[in-house]
């Protein structure tokens, strides 16, 4: 593909919605949400309760026997096998990681041999942390991805991480698969507002040809996945991103999550599509 900046609109999306759940993230306590999947056991019980309610792709970050986010390889590796056993699911393992993870854990989360990664285009205020993403670690992580057959999704929280998405391609080339598909992340502390208006410009900025889905962080969520929606987007939603449901009242899974979010995309008639749907729009194998 080529990676100039087009005038030509992102491509349409298909009659069909790509929900990507995100159940637990490294940023909350179980402590104080305690519905957050944890073990494996939970986050197998989560993986299948959210492909029951239409979602195609699981985006996982791992926490240790303490609750605490960690990059264990072994552990990776043990839940990229039990997801892929227990569900059809894309598994799209987190290189992001916690904000506090050394770069060179980060590049060996593709050692564990997922289906997918997650690749962030640059680095961006964090709440009160930064989330460091500088060029050289980009670059690393994509050659590798290239190189080890690991399909890239790439999150953007910035209009400033689009431009650097096309840098990225210009040098380096289409990912493996082929296709280029995008996440933006949006109302974060410091990233992106989580608005429509934002998410009209990002999406007018990406590469011709690439498909996008886009979460609205906390009370961004609805919005954003209304805007998605109306714009041909895809959707992501889960835990990591909101933890609130509606005013005043906790999420309770992230089933629920994706039942909401599968019930809009019926509504704009463009129902869930399954993971083999997914696979075939991104370039990914089925490795079952
Ligand atoms: N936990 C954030 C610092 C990703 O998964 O690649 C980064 C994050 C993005 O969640
Ligand atoms: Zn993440």
Redesign the pocket.
Known sequence: MTAERSSRPAAKAGPATMITV?PT??ELEKSAVPPLPVTLEELVTTAKECREAGAAII???IRGSSAQPTLDLSRLKDTVHALRESTDLIVQL?T??AVTDPFERRLAVLDAAPDGC?LTCGTVNFGDEVFMNPWPFMCELYVRTQERGVVPEF?LFDLGHVAALHRLLDKYGPPFGGHVHCDLVMGVPGGMPGDAATLVQAVAALPAGATWSATGVGRTSLPVMFAALAAGGQLRVGM?DTITFSRGRPVRSNAELVERAATLADLAQRPAMTPDQARAMLGIPDRH
Do not use: F, Q, R, T
Request: glycine letters at 24%; charged letters at 15%; proline letters at 0%.
């Open positions: 995100a993230g490294a985006h996982v970050h987190s992001g990681g997650s999150e990591e």
